[in-house]
């Protein structure tokens, strides 16, 4: 499953962004100090994930030709990535997905994996807008848990590649998720102002499943003009 879940990221991402995936089932790798504080207070399962992912962030970095370096979390959760790198991370029971970039090149990634279970329709009033509803309506009703899923992966990606430069925990009702899934992409767009993303902006995405997963992935490239249209 780690050798898939690498391939698909590959073909999912752009050449210049590495990538590296590691199971947070295996012995846990020891985490460096700066990121030890982080662990305090966390279950084993999660201190697992925790140094699975950091594992994987170092990987990607020497994939990348950087050094490796220690990834602490930040006041608000989100890892605080070495001077001149953009990155994300991701992960499932089985699998941690760290991805990585020189901020030269991007401004910032985002990236999402699921288990692809159907997501459960009590929690779609929370997480699709009324114009995701309707398209999930036109939709065959048994692909429609497994399609809401998506939405909500892609709602994930697209909030993880825009928090770095807008500093703004949104609300799901703060994008518009416009898949499509025969294409393997969606467009990510902006329902109100948030930081520099006004409302209509648009974030392009990749997605793919299989295997009992599925993944989702939203670059901004350095260049501005490229992260959005309007």
Request: aromatic share 6%; charged share 20%.
């Amino acid at each position: 499953m780690i050798a898939g879940l690498a391939r698909v990221a590959r073909a999912l991402l752009p050449g210049d962004v590495a990538l590296a995936v590691v199971d947070p089932r295996t012995a846990p790798p020891l985490v460096w100090p700066e990121e030890a504080p982080a662990m305090v207070g966390m279950v084993a399962a999660r201190q697992r994930e925790f140094a699975a992912g950091r594992a994987a962030i170092r990987t990607a970095l020497r994939v990348l030709g950087a050094p490796p370096a220690a990834v602490p979390m930040g006041p608000d959760r989100a890892p605080l990535w070495p001077e001149g790198i953009v990155g994300s991370l991701s992960h499932i029971p089985s699998a941690c997905l760290a991805v990585v970039a020189h901020a030269a090149r991007f401004q910032s990634l985002g990236v999402d994996l699921e288990e692809g279970a159907a997501l459960p329709e009590d929690l779609w009033d929370a997480i699709l807008i009324p114009a995701e509803r309707d398209w999930l309506a036109t939709q065959p009703a048994p692909d429609r848990g497994g399609l809401a899923r998506l939405i909500f992966s892609a709602k994930e990606a697209a909030y993880k590649a825009q928090y770095p430069l807008s500093r703004q925990v949104l609300e799901f009702s703060a994008m518009q998720i416009v898949p499509d899934p025969a294409a393997g992409r969606f467009d990510a767009c902006f329902t109100g102002s948030a930081g520099p993303f006004r409302a209509g902006d648009r974030l392009d995405g990749q997605l793919a499943c299989g295997g009992g997963w599925l993944m989702t992935v939203v670059a901004i490239p350095a260049v501005r003009s490229g992260a959005s249209s309007r």
